[in-house]
């Protein structure tokens, strides 16, 4: 299952959210890939969770960008032993980009300016502030096999590809794959990016059996509209 992420207009970005269960005959467990970044988003999740009759039991972050990791606290709150699994690159990012993000953002919060686009700025501020809270559990640095809301899934490990750390999933049971913001739709986010190496990430998510890409923003795609958006990328690196 799938909660789609959004681009309102006046608004920061949530990225998408992907939610596994456990196998059928064994107990309810959900395992949630990216949590968002506004509370109506990680709400949608907390739903999803009640309806199911099954708790949250572990997060992945397919990286640290705060429209796919503010939610993580929020979902704590709920389920206090759920088991975070990300990059440690969230570390290097609080004292790198966002520090340096929060800078800039008290600077504009000084400034007269609308409310509404003031009340996002702040709420970032404030995740960034208690950062620590976004800190995994289990680091992930390396690709490996791991069993997670009994299920055993496939996390692929990107280094200094979108971020410092990306890590993607694969489901062999439903060939789906979840990839994070190695696929954005419509276009791809280079501001924490290096273009090289996110061209190698592409190969390996190639080499993956998936039949069905979740991007981390936008409608999930096939392996052709994949392989439409890859041959894109390499053109736009080539030019």
């Known amino acids: 299952s799938w909660i789609r992420g ?22 309810p467990q959900l395992l949630v890939l990216d949590t968002g970044r506004h509370p109506e988003h990680t709400q949608k999740i907390l739903d999803f969770a009640t309806a199911a009759h099954a708790p949250i039991v572990a997060v992945v972050n397919s990286h640290w960008h705060l429209d796919h990791s503010s939610g993580n606290p929020r979902l704590r709150a709920v389920y206090p032993t759920l088991r975070v ?78 971020t410092a750390g990306d890590i993607w999933i694969y489901d062999p ?15 791809p986010f280079f501001d924490t990016a290096c273009p090289a190496r996110w061209r190698t990430a592409l190969a390996d998510l190639a080499d993956a ?10 409608l999930p795609m096939d392996r052709a509209g994949f392989d439409t958006w890859r041959r894109a990328f390499n053109n736009l690196l080539a030019c």
């Open 6 to 27: 959004g681009f309102a207009p006046g608004r920061q970005p949530d990225g998408n959210s992907v939610i596994w269960h456990s196998p059928p005959g064994t107990a």
């Open 85 to 162: 699994y990300a990059s440690p690159a969230i570390d290097g990012a609080l004292h790198g980009f966002l520090a340096r993000s929060r800078e800039q953002s008290l600077k504009f919060l000084a400034q007269p300016g609308d409310p509404a686009l003031q009340a996002e700025v702040r709420a970032d501020v404030a995740t960034i502030d208690n950062g620590a809270a976004l800190l995994p559990d289990v680091p992930i640095s390396r690709s490996e096999q791991l069993q997670l809301a009994g299920r055993r899934l496939s996390l692929g490990y990107e280094s200094h590809a979108v």
């Open 173 to 187: 049971r439903t060939h789906v794959l979840a990839a994070g913001d190695l696929v954005t739709l419509p276009a």
């Open 209 to 218: 059996g998936f039949a069905t890409l979740v991007p981390g923003h936008g």
